[in-house]
């Protein structure tokens, strides 16, 4: 099957006891069991859960990868392939993340021993001179397109360069989603995803996803699904299953106005730089690993005073953080995504007070141009 005909139909056949063309919510909590230890496949829904199954065939089929575990927000499925390291050994991360991934990394996993170390650029010979400054690498991190700055890693060549270090490299595929690059098949090992953004596309739930290439490494991430307790709601995965069936109609619509925002953007006097992938010098890189460039839009203006008035001129386009719903929403990392970046950090990755981040969504592009121009009148 097809992109689209999988969105649709990947996970969820028609109910055979009533045919109902929609599976229905399997809320219950527990399972009745024939004999001790003897059951249907189910036996407590934090473990095993019909919906949540129907989910990760769902996502498994879309990435292209083996086996998929769901969890309640995208870091939690960040934090169980965090939790499968040991104290002593080492992460190497893609020099701009989202600021959420950096605080976890931080804050949470140095102290418990895990070393992580930022790559100075997305060059590869700077994710090798910090592979070779671990004594036990284990993962390579990395976001592409990056957030907020949209840039662009080579995955296929990295993912060469992570195995001969005996590491595994991770994609966090938010910003790309499945239908625009599958990073399995550009040799990554893990897949995450923040199904809150694309995935959902309604701003509507929270979730998250870990996909794998290889059977082997999902046994770990799924023991700590199941230990840990950080799943999804039935309910959940079923409004997740609702947004994925749709997922490549509002891509494809995000997309083709992203396009067009971009085309008034460069061209605007109050903007000083927009960041969009075919904009830089990996663009033949873009055409080679992704089928589109995307509906994340980056740009920085003139002074925080165009930011001020800006925000406070905007009637359709919200000011809100999150991403990718049939709804465009703007926010300034500085303050918003990225607060949490020390100060240093932000100004060596030029995430600025006049950076601004654009969430494409399907309006009407003539509203949305309309509501830009005004905004920066």
């Known amino acids: 099957m097809r992109f689209a005909t999988k969105a649709i139909h990947s996970g969820g056949a028609p109910d055979p006891l009533t045919g109902a063309v929609i599976p229905p919510i399997y809320l219950s909590t527990t399972y009745?069991?024939?004999?001790?230890?003897?059951?249907?496949?189910?036996e407590y829904s934090r473990t095993k859960n019909p919906t949540r199954d129907q989910l990760e065939a769902c996502i498994t089929a879309l990435e292209e990868g083996e086996e998929t575990a769901c969890f309640a927000s995208g870091l939690s499925a960040?934090?169980?392939?965090?939790?499968?390291?040991?104290?002593?050994d080492g992460v190497v991360?893609?020099?701009?993340l989202y600021g959420?991934?950096?605080?976890?990394?931080?804050?949470?996993?140095?102290?418990?021993?895990?070393?992580?170390?930022?790559?100075?650029?997305?060059?590869l010979t700077d994710f090798e001179s910090?592979?070779?400054?671990?004594?036990?690498?284990?993962?390579?991190?990395?976001?592409?397109?990056?957030?907020?700055?949209?840039?662009?890693?080579?995955?296929?060549?990295?993912?060469?360069l992570t195995h001969s270090y005996g590491a595994k490299l991770v994609v966090d595929n938010t910003f790309a989603t499945p239908y625009l690059q599958n990073p399995l098949k550009l040799g990554a090992d893990y897949v995450?995803?923040?199904?809150?953004?694309?995935?959902?596309?309604?701003?509507?739930v929270v979730g998250g996803a870990v996909t794998v290439k290889n059977k082997e490494d999902v046994k770990s991430i799924r023991f700590l699904q199941n230990a840990v307790g950080g799943v999804p709601s039935p309910f959940d995965c079923y409004l997740l299953l609702r947004g994925i069936k749709t997922l490549h109609i509002r891509v494809e619509r995000q997309c083709k106005n992203a396009e067009e925002i971009v085309s008034f953007l460069i061209n605007h006097p109050k903007i000083k730089k927009v960041y969009y992938p075919t904009l830089t010098a990996e663009r033949a890189l873009v055409n080679e690993q992704m089928r589109h460039?995307?509906?994340?839009?980056?740009?920085?203006?003139?002074?925080?005073?165009?930011?001020?008035?800006?925000?406070?001129?905007?009637?359709?386009?919200?000011?809100?953080?999150?991403?990718?719903?049939?709804?465009?929403?703007l926010c300034v990392p500085y303050y918003m995504t990225h607060a949490s970046l020390p100060e240093e950090r932000k100004k060596r990755?030029?995430?600025?007070?006049?950076?601004?981040?654009?969430?494409?969504?399907?309006?009407?592009?003539n509203d949305l141009l309309s509501e830009l121009d005004s905004a920066l009148q």
């Open 32 to 42: 009745q069991q024939e004999a001790p230890g003897k059951h249907k496949g189910y």
């Open 78 to 88: 960040t934090s169980a392939i965090m939790q499968t390291l040991s104290p002593g």
């Open 93 to 96: 991360a893609g020099c701009d």
């Open 100 to 123: 959420g991934t950096v605080r976890l990394l931080d804050k949470v996993y140095k102290l418990w021993g895990i070393k992580v170390v930022y790559a100075e650029s997305n060059d």
């Open 130 to 160: 910090k592979l070779k400054s671990l004594d036990k690498p284990k993962l390579v991190w990395i976001e592409s397109p990056t957030n907020p700055l949209l840039n662009i890693v080579d995955i296929s060549t990295l993912s060469q």
């Open 192 to 204: 995450v995803h923040s199904s809150t953004k694309y995935l959902g596309g309604h701003s509507d």
């Open 293 to 329: 460039p995307g509906a994340m839009v980056s740009f920085e203006v003139d002074s925080i005073e165009t930011v001020n008035k800006m925000c406070e001129r905007l009637k359709i386009i919200a000011l809100a953080e999150s991403l990718g719903a049939v709804e465009s929403l």
């Open 349 to 365: 990755l030029n995430i600025t007070p006049t950076l601004i981040r654009l969430s494409v969504g399907i309006e009407d592009i």
